[in-house]
């Protein structure tokens, strides 16, 4: 398997554009999560999705947020309009059911997002 | 309560020292705890994870150590290595119920000098 694929790795943008990051989780894995990772906070929970349905949202910092999983294959982040705080590098992590034996998140390797 | 508390902040450690990283939770409920190993320009990695209810842990030079009563963990790296030099975060989750929310600590960063 290829891992946890995201696009794009680096995202340049102004102030006020809409921002879409992209996730593709390793295939078989019923979570997904979004994360954001700056020197300030370190790494937060955004959202994470249980089987495509969005399970905890309330790490989203505000309505400019957005995030969908239209199928089990594919995850995306938005961000609308973008703003020089929301500067960060994004991932997206999958993992197999709790139940199934194995906890682990597996990490993708992010999305480094400067908006200037 | 949801908080892992992670110190130090950065660590220094010559090659073939031991490495000591600690976290200290608040809430109860957590039943999970790995540590995650991060390097520059790369998504964090699993190293090793307890549950509650063993007190120790090891997997080659890598070692948790669980205190249940004072609500602390511990990642000792054996004989470190340069290699070893990367951040390192632990974590906490409740795995009942589904899912797995993890909450991170703030992370360490670790070089290990020759």
């Known amino acids: 398997d290829a891992g946890v694929i995201q696009s794009p790795r680096h995202e340049v943008t102004e102030m006020g554009q809409e921002v879409t990051l992209r996730c593709k989780p390793i295939?078989?894995?019923?979570?997904l999560f979004w994360y954001r990772q700056t020197m300030m906070r370190g790494l937060e929970l955004l959202i994470y999705f249980n089987n495509n349905v969005p399970i905890d949202d309330s790490g989203m910092p505000e309505d400019r947020f957005s995030a969908k999983m239209p199928n089990a294959s594919f995850s995306t982040l938005k961000i609308q309009p973008s703003e020089p705080r929301d500067s960060a590098v994004y991932f997206c992590a999958s993992s197999s059911a709790p139940g199934q034996g194995s906890f682990e998140q597996y990490f993708g390797p992010g999305t480094r997002l400067t908006v200037t | 309560q949801q908080q892992v508390k992670q110190s130090p902040q950065s660590l220094i450690v010559q090659k073939g020292g031991i490495s000591i990283i600690n976290c200290a939770y608040e809430n109860t409920a957590f039943d999970y705890f790995p540590w995650y190993q991060q390097f520059p320009g790369k998504g964090p990695a699993l190293l090793i994870a307890i549950r509650p209810d063993v007190s120790e842990k090891k997997e080659g030079r890598f070692t948790i150590s669980f205190n249940k009563s004072a609500k602390q963990f511990s990642l000792h790296i054996m004989d470190s290595q340069p290699g070893d030099s990367a951040t390192y975060f632990c974590?906490?989750?409740?795995?009942?119920?589904?899912?797995?929310?993890?909450?991170f600590g703030t992370g360490t960063q670790l070089k290990v000098e020759l």
């Open positions: 974590a906490a989750s409740i795995l009942t119920g589904g899912g797995n929310k993890l909450t």
């Open positions: 295939s078989g894995h019923d979570y």
